[in-house]
């Protein structure tokens, strides 16, 4: 990976990887019957959604997952196990909320009932995870090879504007009276 930051640059997912993320969350929470299935970055920034929870509170709720996911992840720094914690569970009285990591840049949240278990849970996002793990794979394949190209537009361009200005102020046509 390059010197940029994963937050200065979030994964962008094409049209067509797209489409693959939302059938993927669809058939996730047509098989555990969640009501809620997301896709977030670890900044807390929504991909996507499937669910029956209104855009902006879906976009609060990614932020929180995430902000407490990488709570987790300091929690496990802080006792000397780095990277150790990658999934996490939060467990209410009628509802619970799953977060599993997605590779080092997004993860996956379920929000589920007492319908489904949590081993159909796990089990069906570990599934999950595979064909996610591989879209932002190639997703950040093709972030790293534009930003390969910008830093090559950038070290040359500063060389070109000095050449086109040096050309230009050195034309006899050109005159400021």
């Given at each position: 990976?390059?010197?940029?930051k994963?937050?200065?640059?979030p994964?962008?997912?094409?049209t ?11 058939h ?8 809620l ?25 990614a ?31 009628v509802?619970?909320l ?6 080092p ?9 007492h319908k489904?278990?949590?081993?159909m ?5 570990q599934?999950?995870?595979?064909e ?13 090879a534009?930003a390969?190209?910008?830093?090559q537009?950038e ?10 200005l040096?050309d ?10």
């Amino acid at each position: 990976m390059t010197d940029v930051k994963l937050h200065d640059r979030p994964l962008v997912f094409n049209t067509e990887q797209t489409q693959q993320l939302d059938r993927c969350l669809l058939h996730l929470a047509d098989q555990t019957g969640a009501p809620l299935v997301m896709l977030s970055d670890v900044s807390g920034r929504l991909v996507l959604y499937r669910g029956r929870l209104p855009s902006a509170q879906s976009v609060g709720l990614a932020a929180l997952a995430a902000g407490s996911f990488a709570a987790g992840l300091e929690i496990g720094n802080f006792l000397g196990l780095p990277k150790s914690f990658q999934q996490q569970l939060l467990e209410g009285p009628v509802a619970s909320l799953y977060t599993l990591a997605v590779g080092p840049e997004l993860l996956l949240i379920l929000a589920f009932t007492h319908k489904t278990t949590l081993g159909m849970i796990r089990l069906f996002a570990q599934q999950a995870h595979q064909e996610l793990l591989t879209l932002a794979s190639a997703a950040a394949l093709a972030r790293e090879a534009t930003a390969h190209c910008e830093v090559q537009l950038e070290e040359g361009f500063d060389e070109a504007l000095k050449s086109q200005l040096d050309d230009l102020f050195a034309n006899d046509e050109f005159s400021l009276g």
